[in-house]
């Protein structure tokens, strides 16, 4: 008796955290009762859906030749940016994936590549590497492209 009130606790434990893990990612996530921000400059406005954990979920604008404009952004459960689905009433939809390397040693993020369709039908990709200083600060980055030529840099003092 006492090995099966062990296991159902065992069981009961397992599903109560999966389903926190679930919960959480639906937060990070959810579309519903947004906060629309609108944003104007000139005669260009922009609208940002920010939803409860206050992460832009949406945003629309339009551009001087009439096209909608529309990004949806969705995120891993630690709030990081993971997709970015771009949407325009005339050229139609491209998706944007976002993905981080981390170095487990120190939890910090070492790269993120950013991958999108290119103009011409190709894939490109862009990698942005992160170097720290001896206290775990962002001391320089540089961003490559996908034939591996550096594109930016950046230092922090």
Avoid: W
């Amino acid at each position: 008796m006492k090995h099966y009130l062990m296991l159902l606790f065992m069981v009961i434990l397992i599903t109560g955290c999966s389903m926190g893990n679930t919960a959480k990612g639906e937060a990070v996530n959810n579309t519903n009762n947004v906060k629309t921000v609108t944003i104007r400059s000139g005669s260009a406005v922009t609208k940002y859906k920010v939803n409860n954990e206050n992460l832009i979920v949406k945003s629309t604008y339009e551009n001087t030749y009439g096209a909608i404009n529309t990004r949806t952004y969705s995120y891993d459960d630690n709030k990081e940016l993971n997709t970015i689905e771009k949407n325009n009433s005339i050229t139609g939809t491209e998706l944007i994936t976002i993905s981080s390397v981390k170095n487990r040693s120190t939890n910090k993020v070492t790269q993120k590549v950013k991958t999108m369709p290119g103009s011409r039908g190709e894939t490109k990709t862009l990698i942005v590497d992160y170097y720290y200083d001896d206290n775990g600060k962002v001391i320089g980055m540089v961003q490559k492209d996908s034939n591996g030529n550096i594109i930016a840099k950046g230092i922090n003092n």
